[in-house]
């Protein structure tokens, strides 16, 4: 039996690895909101259980992906869009350092609502 589930999560990573490797700029910004919702969602259920450990990784995660869309930037082309993307980028990372500290769901909420909403935006462009 661990044979063949071992098998399935190797074919999981193949599929997802090839799905990344062969996805447009567009969907890629997507798939990092999507990401960073969902390590902000298991932080939030993590932080229900009182499962510190389990909170700090997802949202460590989630903050990889918000610095990753920073880096992503391109100020020349994007002007003052961009400009916008990285200080509310910023205050998302800000607002995730608090909610880890301080252990409150609540700054979790207002980032996911920001992500989602560019999400959102992103897939109707």
């Not at 989630?62 to 910023?90: C, R």
């Amino acid at each position: 039996m661990y044979a063949t589930q071992k098998a399935y999560s190797q074919a999981g990573n193949a599929y997802k690895t090839n799905e990344i490797m062969t996805a447009s700029a567009k969907k890629l910004v997507i798939m990092l909101y999507e990401g960073a919702v969902k390590f902000l969602k298991l932080a939030k259920l993590s932080m229900a259980d009182g499962n510190i450990e389990k909170t700090h990784q997802s949202i460590v995660k989630a903050q990889n992906i918000l610095t990753e869309l920073m880096s992503t930037l391109n100020f020349e082309e994007g002007g003052d869009i961009a400009k916008n993307l990285m200080a509310l980028y910023e205050y998302m990372y800000q607002k995730t350092i608090r909610a880890n500290v301080e252990k409150n769901p609540e700054h979790l909420d207002e980032v996911i609502t920001f992500l989602e909403d560019l999400r959102d935006t992103w897939n109707q462009l």
